[in-house]
C-alpha cells in the first residue's frame, strides 16, 4: 500500500575529528580517528537517543574508523552488536584527499566548479563521481531496506552518505550534494514507504 511504511532509518553522523574543523576531503577507512570533541558529540547523541526512546531493531555502520568507534558507543547504549556495511565507504575523491575545500579552490577553481555543478563528472580524474557515489549509496540502502521490512534502524555513517541518502530520498539534483549541511555527531531521520519517502528529521545535533 502507498502508505505502508517499509523502514525507518535514524542516520548518526560519526564524531568530529582533526579533519572536521577545516572540512578536508577524506576517503581513509583508517584515519583520522574521533578525537575528544567527536567523542563528546556522540555522548550526546546517545543521550539523545535514550531520552527520545528512539527503538531499533539493528545497528550498521560505514567501515571507516571513525564511524565504528560512533556506532561502538551506540551499541553499548542500546546493549547491542553493529554490523559494517563495506559498501558505505566514504566517497572516493582521488589526489583531493586530505586537503581542504578552499586549498582545492584556490589550487583549481574550475575544478571545484565541476564538482559541485557537474555530478556526473568525476572530478578529480582519480576520484568517484558525485553520480556514481549516490547511486553506490543508494544501492546499499536499497539492500538494507528489503533486508529489514518493518524494521527501525540506526545507521552510523559519513556526512556525504547521509546528504546521498537525503538526495535519494527526496529525489533532488545530484548536484545539491555539497549544498546540503550536515554535522558531525548529528542524527537526521528518513521513512522509507512503499512509494515514496519522508525526511522527519535533519543534522539535529543536541546541544551540550
Known amino acids: 500500500m502507498y502508505f505502508d511504511r517499509k523502514c525507518k ?3 548518526i553522523c560519526n564524531g568530529a575529528t582533526i579533519y572536521s574543523e577545516d572540512d578536508r576531503f577524506t576517503d581513509s577507512e583508517v584515519y583520522p580517528p574521533l578525537n575528544d570533541a567527536g567523542q563528546e558529540e556522540i555522548e550526546r547523541i546517545c543521550e539523545f537517543l535514550k531520552k527520545r526512546g528512539i527503538k531499533n531493531d539493528k545497528i550498521f555502520t560505514s567501515p571507516a574508523l571513525r564511524s565504528k568507534q560512533s556506532a561502538a558507543m551506540i551499541a553499548k547504549l542500546f546493549k547491542q552488536d553493529y554490523e559494517v556495511v563495506e559498501e558505505l565507504h566514504p566517497r572516493k575523491c582521488g589526489s583531493f584527499n586530505g586537503l581542504t575545500y578552499e586549498q582545492v579552490y584556490e589550487k583549481t577553481p574550475d575544478a571545484m566548479e565541476k564538482l559541485i555543478n557537474c555530478p556526473e563528472i568525476a572530478v578529480p ?8 557515489f549516490i547511486n553506490r549509496v543508494n544501492i546499499s540502502l536499497n539492500k538494507i531496506i528489503d533486508e529489514n521490512l518493518g524494521s527501525r534502524i540506526i545507521i552510523v555513517t559519513h556526512k ?3 546528504k546521498a541518502a537525503i538526495i535519494s530520498a527526496l529525489n533532488i539534483p545530484h548536484s545539491s550534494l555539497h549544498r546540503i549541511y550536515i554535522k558531525s555527531g ?3 531521520q528518513i521513512s522509507y514507504y512503499e512509494k515514496w519517502s519522508s525526511l522527519v528529521y535533519s543534522d539535529y545535533t543536541p546541544v551540550a
Open 125 to 132: 580524474e582519480d576520484a568517484e563521481s558525485v553520480t556514481d
Open 160 to 162: 556525504d552518505i547521509i
Open 9 to 11: 532509518i535514524t542516520f
Open 186 to 188: 548529528s542524527a537526521t
